[in-house]
């Protein structure tokens, strides 16, 4: 009798497991399987679920190296066209020469007249020396040079295709969601849902 009973409680159990486990496949068929899961878990929380089916990394190709230009103001020192100061020699001559010959009379105007023509001639040159060695010109000319482009691609953005109630649908998304996402009417609703 034992034996029976034990017999009939065994029947017993397993034809509830495939009960049970006869409503669990027709609930996974109905929606896919693991969306009516993840749907069903929404529902506890209020929050609706969709299963993502895809997710395809946007890449942006890398870039050849590229040449970039600018202009820069450069100062130079100007060509001497009078290396040996000649100009300046001579005008301070002639200008120191006029000074002297004002001064005194006689033997000593022609004195001073030949002493300023010679310190104007010394000073016109180391004034024209002076002034070629600080001479400067401005001139603007192109530089350029190569900026190596970006190495290797570079992943921008996430295609994400999900399913929700039988439908299936496709956002790009900043990030991989993971395995679901939350949904409002069936579109995502919160783009950062794990």
Do not use: W
């Amino acid at each position: 009798m034992n034996r029976l009973v034990v017999s009939a409680l065994h029947v017993g159990f397993a034809g509830v497991l495939m009960v049970g486990l006869s409503a669990c496949n027709r609930d996974a068929n109905a929606d896919g399987g693991v969306g009516a899961a993840a749907q069903q878990q929404g529902a506890a929380d209020g929050a609706k679920y969709a299963r993502v089916v895809s997710v395809t990394p946007v890449r942006e190709a890398a870039s050849a190296p590229q040449q970039v230009c600018h202009d820069e103001v450069v100062t130079t020192h100007k060509p001497v066209q009078d290396t040996h100061q000649i100009a300046g020699t001579a005008i301070g001559a002639v200008a120191g020469g006029l000074l002297g010959n004002q001064v005194g009379g006689g033997k000593g105007r022609t004195l001073a007249t030949v002493a300023g023509a010679v310190g104007g001639g010394y000073a016109g040159h180391e004034i024209q020396a002076n002034h070629q060695a600080n001479a400067t010109q401005q001139t603007t000319q192109r530089r350029c040079t190569t900026v190596a482009g970006s190495a290797g691609d570079k992943v921008v953005a996430y295609d994400v295709s999900y399913e929700y109630n039988g439908v299936t649908r496709t956002v790009r998304m900043d990030h991989d969601p993971g395995d679901r996402l939350q949904v409002q009417e069936g579109v995502v609703a919160v783009s950062d849902a794990h």
